[in-house]
């Protein structure tokens, strides 16, 4: 496994590398969700590169990117179990030196959601992958879709601006009692994280609605709000019943939709999904 810190370097080892590249950018702290999409990414490509960048664009003034958690040697660790070729760590000032001021926006997907809540995160996590995608050169580049809506922004960047890459999207890696692999986690207390199911009864119920026949999207938010409030430590940032395509909210769920949350349990914020199709 070969380590790159600068552009420079990244470039100069891409260019030894033949086959197909597949693509896996992260943020560090890998767990499952990070290693199922590593392992995708190998069993279909010749050669896999994993970036580790806490990206500062994305985080709003009042969030945790001070303490967002990071643990580089264990990265690497198990970084290299899963054979992964080459790992790009580039620094801020490498990502971002000091004349930067080019930003992509993707609009309309954007407006609602994740963005009503963190002004700005979608226009950090577009640019940071436009530029991670022209610095390495991928074939495919691999997604969780636990983050749906960032997929989502991320395949329309890509089909808007030409980019010639596939967006694989790979199934939410899940604990046993179904909480959503996040590195986020890592900042529940034991009681935080009994409380945290409560995203995951509350997907599973609203797929439960649906599949008996349910079609009324304000019913299924209804009972979801409702089950979600007999939680005391949880509160509602947002529960969606969303067109899976334009994340637009729907009245009547006649085409595949997006259910998805966001809850604050303690002072942590978390999100799930699942798709209605």
């Not at 005391?232 to 997006?258: C, M, N, Q």
Request: net charge negative.
């Amino acid at each position: 496994m070969q380590l790159a810190k600068t552009i420079a370097e990244l470039r100069d080892l891409r260019r030894q590398c033949s086959g197909s590249v597949g693509f896996v950018p992260t943020m560090g702290y890998l767990h499952e969700g990070h290693l199922a999409l590593v392992r995708q990414a190998r069993n279909e490509n010749s050669t896999v590169v994993v970036s580790i960048f806490v990206n500062p664009a994305q985080f709003g003034p009042s969030e945790d990117l001070a303490s967002y958690p990071r643990d580089l040697d264990r990265d690497l660790e198990l970084l290299e179990e899963e054979k992964t070729d080459l790992v790009f760590m580039p620094s801020d000032e490498e990502m971002y030196p000091r004349l930067f001021s080019s930003w992509v926006d993707v609009e309309k997907v954007t407006e609602r959601l994740e963005e009503a809540s963190r002004p700005g995160f979608f226009r950090g996590v577009a640019t940071v992958v436009a530029k991670l995608f022209n610095i390495v050169q991928p074939a495919k580049a691999y997604f969780g879709q636990k983050d749906a809506q960032q997929a989502i922004v991320i395949q329309r960047m890509v089909a808007d601006l030409n980019m010639n890459l596939e967006i694989v999207l790979v199934p939410t890696v899940r604990e046993n009692d179904g909480l959503a692999m996040s590195s986020r986690n890592v900042y529940l207390n034991s009681e935080e994280r009994q409380a945290a199911t409560i995203l995951f009864k509350a997907l599973t119920l609203a797929k439960e609605l649906w599949q008996e026949g349910e079609k009324d999207a304000d019913r299924i938010r209804h009972q979801m709000i409702s089950l979600i409030q007999k939680e005391p430590l949880a509160r509602i940032d947002y529960v969606s019943i969303a067109d899976a395509s334009t994340l637009e909210e729907l009245k009547t769920v006649d085409r595949p939709a997006l259910a998805s949350l966001a809850i604050r349990i303690g002072q942590t914020r978390l999100i799930d999904n699942t798709i209605l199709e």
